[in-house]
DNA sequence: AGTGTTTACGGCGACCGTAAATATG
DNA sequence: CATATTTACGGTCGCCGTAAACACT
């Protein structure tokens, strides 16, 4: 099956790693720094990567990290450019 | 917030518009035609448009289904990507 | 009538929050 | 010791399947 990606999962990841703690990622998604560590861990567990190393203050980015980033970032920029795309059209 | 779209709705939705049948889609997919109808009325439902016209044996595109499509395409080939990507990555 | 879609209903899993445990500086 | 992350646990919500209702030809 095909890895399931969603826009949460994403966003989380993205936010995590430009700010780089979760308890602050967390605070900017309005949501605990448990959710955040779930959908991290969801991701890794899934990939069977490690995304960030943990380094006690801070978070920083693996290389599988680095390229993901990379990726994650054109995924949410299409869907928000679909969504604005489709708002302009009146129901 | 931001709609939320993952994976398998996105899939749901292109295989439909590729197929044009809800029971031939969900064949494909393995899952029931109910699981591809509840997609499908989701995401109509979270963007106040139809995504479908229903015509008795056929449905097709609406113009906002057909924007729709070319957008939920490149997401979905960017998140191929994204995995073919990160597969190449020993853990 | 027969094929196809929608809807009602129930079960199961995923996600989130609270709170306790663990780690780091 | 204080701040930060992980983990255990419970509740809730969403997704899927079965089956009944509905639509079209």
């Known amino acids: 099956m095909t890895l399931i990606l969603d826009s949460r999962r994403l966003l989380a990841f993205v936010t995590l790693a430009r700010i780089g703690s979760f308890t ?11 959710a955040v560590s ?4 969801a991701l890794e567990d ?3 990567l490690r995304l960030f190393e943990r380094r006690g203050r801070h978070v920083a980015l693996t ?3 680095r390229q993901l980033l990379v990726r994650a970032d ?3 920029t ?6 604005a ?3 302009t ?3």
Chains 1, 2 share one sequence.
């Open 24 to 34: 602050l990622a967390a605070k900017e998604l309005h949501l605990t720094q448990s």
């Open 38 to 41: 779930h959908a991290i861990k």
């Open 46 to 48: 899934e990939l069977g």
């Open 63 to 65: 290389s599988a990290g």
């Open 74 to 76: 054109r995924i949410l």
């Open 78 to 83: 299409e869907m928000q450019d679909a969504r």
């Open 85 to 87: 795309d489709l708002a």
């Open 89 to 91: 059209l009146s129901p």
